[in-house]
């Protein structure tokens, strides 16, 4: 069971990849200023229990957090100490996180050693991204290191530190601002992925695509599906 778990909401735009952010555009459509972080009513949701005492949400269950924010954001340290010690509890359940701010993950985590069960992916939208946060990201002592390369603004050259990773997702961008996706960018990361032998996945095609030179629009409904038959082996 895949659950998402946004235990804070609000984040502020941090690079180029956000310029379009959804969880903006979301919030502006209902008069909600994204820039204002706060606690969500479900913040305790991965320890809440039913009447008999049992958690509400079974072992195994695979918990997506802050989706609508970031989890290192500054607001939310009085608030993370707490999000830590449900994922120790929950020993017996995943959590997998986005974050677009690793230079702040060793000062906001006592011990990485305590969270086999939790899965910190960083963003880095292009090359100036992953040669500003790959280091950083990659030189911590993290239980599986995924690279994040969503919205794919450019081609990535990911050799300096491909070594170092687990897995590379990339995706290009939705919404009707939504910036081109180059499949020749998608393709040339999958090659290097290959030829290092590390995990790859093509997450969704975004709103824009070129494919052998010609623009194709995606309707959102079909964004991820269309990204899923890109390739037979996504692996």
């Not at 479900?42 to 802050?66: A, E, W």
């Not at 997702?169 to 960018?185: I, K, M, P, Y």
Request: proline share 4%; hydrophobic share 30%.
């Amino acid at each position: 069971m895949e659950v998402m778990y946004n235990c804070w909401h609000g984040c502020h735009k941090k690079s180029e990849g956000c310029a379009h952010c959804y969880v903006y555009r979301r919030d502006a459509s209902i008069g909600k200023d994204s820039s204002i972080v706060y606690k969500t009513t479900n913040f305790d949701l991965p320890v809440k229990k039913d009447r008999k005492g049992n958690y509400k949400y079974p072992s195994g269950t695979s918990f997506m957090m802050c989706f609508s924010s970031d989890f290192f954001i500054e607001e939310a340290d009085p608030w993370r100490k707490d999000v830590l010690s449900f994922i120790r509890e929950r020993k017996d359940c995943s959590f997998y996180c986005l974050t677009k701010r690793p230079e702040r993950i060793k000062a906001c985590m006592e011990d990485l050693d305590l969270y086999p069960n939790l899965t910190i992916a960083c963003t880095m939208e292009n090359q100036r991204r992953f040669d500003e946060r790959a280091p950083i990201y990659l030189s911590l002592p993290l239980n599986h290191k995924e690279v994040m390369i969503e919205p794919m603004l450019g081609k990535v050259d990911l050799s300096s530190h491909i070594h170092l990773i687990d897995r590379v997702v990339v995706g290009g961008e939705s919404g009707e601002e939504a910036r081109v996706l180059n499949f020749d960018w998608v393709k040339d990361v999958r090659e290097q992925c290959k030829k290092a032998q590390v995990s790859f996945g093509f997450h969704q095609t975004g709103a824009r695509i070129i494919v052998d030179g010609k623009l194709y629009r995606i309707p959102r409904n079909r964004q991820h599906s269309q990204a899923r038959k890109a390739f037979k082996d996504q692996y």
